[in-house]
């Protein structure tokens, strides 16, 4: 996956193109590099089950970088679509490296099983559970020069996420049944951003960013309420118990056994940043 003669990118150098700005992440990469010259593609604009727009593949609109963030994300609809979820997450891949510039890739930690029981690296052999976290698997291989950016967990202020979710719940409900046999890194877009740009100093790899520090979703979810001053109780279930179609790996904390990846801040820490930008 390494190719140490390989110059990196530099930021600020010609033109970035990014898929799925729509998403939470999309959204968190449009920001930080809003200084860039930065063509941002939401679904509506490049859908990347297809081939890129014609306008992309050479002329003044080639791009020198794909910073990809499209992915089918939904888990368990991957379960009853395998089909559908493989056209985002590997033909999609495929796509856009068909535009013929290095390309981040942003992949997952469900590549895993859980049965490590401390935190992954890079080198730890990957085994996916679910549908999902094998068609990621897969998109990493189409990456071809690049750079592939294993994250976990991601919440933001924007898009469909467990923090919105919780917030939602917690102002509606005064319990929620959460898992708390299933442990992570949850990780704030907005540092995951910011990591990505120092991540282009780097050469070509595989890479795993996620926040410091790890929880349990339900210990999450205790958390958000507290920081929002919500008055909803956790009560604590197993995985088996929410009966979801998917299997999930029960521990999928990341970090980098490689000194030069960016280390980002605690997961609280995220998670009050991107509390108070939703105010």
Not at 38 to 64: C, I, K, M, N, S
Not at 178 to 203: E, F, K, M, N, S
Request: net charge negative; with cysteine.
């Amino acid at each position: 996956m390494e190719h140490a003669d390989t110059d990196p990118v530099q930021p600020g150098r010609g033109r970035l193109v990014l898929t799925g700005a729509g998403g939470q992440l999309g959204h968190a990469l449009a920001e930080e590099f809003a200084g860039e010259d930065l063509l941002a593609f939401g679904r509506h604009d490049w859908d990347v089950t297809r081939p890129p727009p014609r306008a992309l593949r050479g002329g003044p609109h080639q791009p020198d970088l794909v910073l990809h963030a499209a992915a089918w994300t939904d888990v368990d609809g991957a379960e009853a679509d395998p089909e559908a979820a493989r056209s985002v997450n590997v033909d999609g891949v495929e796509h856009v490296a068909l535009l013929g510039a290095p390309v981040l890739c942003f992949s997952t930690d469900y590549v895993f099983d859980g049965r490590k029981a401390e935190p992954y690296v890079e080198s730890d052999d990957p085994h996916p559970l679910s549908v999902y976290g094998q068609t990621k698997l897969d998109g990493e291989h189409e990456v071809g020069e690049g750079w592939v950016v294993r994250s976990s967990g991601l919440f933001g202020r924007t898009g469909r996420n467990f923090v919105r979710t919780m917030l939602a719940l917690g102002q509606e409900l005064d319990q929620v049944s959460i898992v708390d046999d299933q442990r992570c890194a949850p990780t704030y877009v907005g540092h995951l951003a910011v990591a990505t740009r120092a991540l282009l100093d780097l050469r070509h790899g595989l890479y795993h960013v996620a926040a410091d520090g790890d929880c349990t979703w339900a210990e999450f979810a205790e958390a958000i309420f507290a920081e929002a001053g919500l008055d909803c109780r956790v009560r604590r279930i197993s995985t088996e118990e929410l009966g979801r179609r998917a299997p999930r790996p029960a521990y999928s904390v990341l970090r980098s056994e490689k000194p030069e990846t960016p280390r980002l801040p605690h997961w609280r820490d995220g998670l009050r940043e991107c509390l108070d930008r939703l105010v």
